[in-house]
């Protein structure tokens, strides 16, 4: 392997997050075919297929290569700001965690954080179906379960998310047997009181308490407003980090920075 050019390596970490040549393109600001030229110069440089195209993506070795890629940028950002470069974290960052996260807590915490890292883009994805990151749906999940067969991925707790008996409607807002797993559907039916509704998420749980329809356990974060018990219960809030781009200036920023934003406002 030599006559490696550093630019090159840029453009290969842009198709990987881009997923093609024409939309890595637009984001360099350069035409798919100039894109696609330098891919193959670097394949020559390494002799190996890097890039599959759009539905395969990376061969084994272009994971490889850009693993290392992520690490080199993650360094050079480091000894820039180490050198008083102040360099601004950049990149796309995806990001997923289940909707009432999203839209009530990471739009606004991202909406304040914003301005000091504009170059980072962030890309918000609302699942309940715990997005895979090791097949590249997401960077960065924050899920209410401890991960499983996530391989390589990188986790770690960030907090506990306090959960309380909220509103003085007649009966209980409940879960259909599709989430009759989820330990908030647990904890209503333990109560053995009528169930007025079953709704499939915590939404519109909120949404049932606030038309006073019955009671439902919500995050004390969704809450406010609605009376509520003293009773407490918990769900532990994991962040879940893709092995290859946790190094990334983008995705180390929004965790340093954004993440203890949203722990501090879901798990108060």
Known sequence: MQ???????????????????????????????????????????????????????????????????????????????????????????????????????????????????????????????????????????????????EGDAVARKLCDVPFVAAGDGPGWIGYGPENAHLPQSIWTEAMQEPIALRVSDVMSARAAVAQGIGKAWLPRALAAGFPTSAHVESRPLWCVLHPRTRFAPGVRAVVDHVLPLVARAVCA
Not at 36 to 57: D, V
Not at 97 to 108: G, Q, Y
Not at 140 to 145: D, E, N, S, Y
């Open 3 to 149: 006559g490696i050019d550093w630019e090159d390596l840029h453009i290969l970490h842009a198709v990987a997050h881009a997923g093609s040549f024409a939309s890595a393109g637009q984001v360099l600001g350069q035409h798919e075919t100039t894109v696609a030229r330098r891919i193959r110069k670097l394949e020559q440089a390494c002799g190996h297929i890097l890039w599959r195209g759009p539905e395969a993506g990376l061969t084994e070795e272009g994971h490889l290569l850009l693993s290392h890629v992520d690490v080199m940028q993650a360094e050079v950002h480091a000894a820039q700001t180490a050198l008083g470069g102040g360099a601004q974290p950049n990149g796309a960052v995806r990001l997923t965690a289940v909707p009432w996260i999203v839209e009530t807590v990471l739009i606004p915490v991202l909406a304040d954080w914003r301005p000091s890292a504009p170059e980072v883009r962030v890309s918000l994805l609302a699942d309940h179906g715990n997005l895979s990151l090791l097949q590249g749906d997401a960077d960065i999940a924050l899920r209410l379960a401890r991960p499983e067969g």
